[in-house]
């Protein structure tokens, strides 16, 4: 619900767009991205604690400091895609898309007819509570909604191609640490054979002309200059990461 161009369009540009996972559900964090200048947030409520009700508060937010907000659901579901959507996302991100089947099923769920099957409400909170013209809110959601899924698990690999293919699929996000564990590393995104399999994964992306970008996560800043290099166009941080180790820095430092 920002304004300006939807993240969604800005997805297919070249310019890199750098966010945050939200997992601490604190409107104010949100506020602090959007105002120090960066792209979008990802609300997390797979791993993180925000609710529906709270949900709204980190949206608005959004929507105050002018960042694009969207929401890693905890699953793929109707219900899950719905709730987030009505309550003014800007996307989903969707954790364990395993298949094209799975990728567009979400695709369904995330638009409205003729794109798929989201069931209609012109009183939500993203249809403005319907104030306005509700029936040009409706037709504007599939310009503003970006649909985003997760390939994080060794099934998937095999699928990337088809799954980039699914009409209405925006972006393919590699979660490397769950990629990691489900090939048999876990706790060590760093191993060749992982670091190969996201390689490969971002070439097929790359490959597909018109394609959904390629986005994935970063620790700092050199990393994220790296990935861009390599045709990154969506990198996320973390603020829980960035806190932790902000905290122990210091501490070690207070103590040196």
């Known amino acids: ?40 947030v990802i609300i997390d409520t797979e ?57 567009s099923r979400i695709a369904q769920h995330a638009y409205y007819p003729p794109l798929g099957r989201r069931g209609i409400s012109t009183l939500s909170r993203a249809a403005r509570h319907g104030a306005g013209d509700a029936a040009a809110v409706l037709r504007e959601q599939a ?14 690999l095999s699928e990337v191609g088809a799954i980039a293919r699914v009409e209405g699929i925006d972006a ?7 990629l990691a564990a489900s090939m048999g590393h876990l706790g060590n995104a760093a191993h060749p054979e992982v670091t190969e399999a996201v390689a490969k994964i971002r070439q097929e992306l790359q490959a597909i002309p018109g394609g959904p970008a390629f986005a994935t996560i970063a620790r700092a800043a050199p990393q994220a200059r790296e990935l861009h290099a390599q045709g990154a166009r969506m990198i996320c941080f973390n603020t829980t990461y ?15």
Request: net charge negative.
């Open 1 to 40: 619900m920002t304004g300006g161009t939807p993240f969604k369009a800005r997805l297919r540009g070249d310019t890199p767009l750098h966010g945050f996972f939200i997992g601490i559900p604190s409107p104010a964090t949100v506020e602090l991205a959007g105002y120090s200048g960066f792209d979008f």
């Open 242 to 256: 960035i806190l932790a180790n902000a905290l122990r820095t210091l501490r070690s430092d207070l103590h040196a």
């Open 47 to 103: 791993h993180g604690a925000a609710g529906l009700e709270t949900l709204e508060h980190l949206l608005r937010a959004a929507a105050a400091s002018g960042i694009a907000a969207l929401v890693r659901v905890p699953r793929g579901n109707a219900d899950d895609i719905l709730h987030v959507l009505d309550a003014g996302a800007d996307g989903i991100l969707v954790p364990h898309v395993t298949g094209a089947v799975v990728a």
């Open 172 to 178: 393919v996000f590699v979660g490397p640490n769950d």
């Open 143 to 156: 310009a503003r909604t970006a649909v985003i899924v997760m390939i994080e698990d060794r099934e998937a």
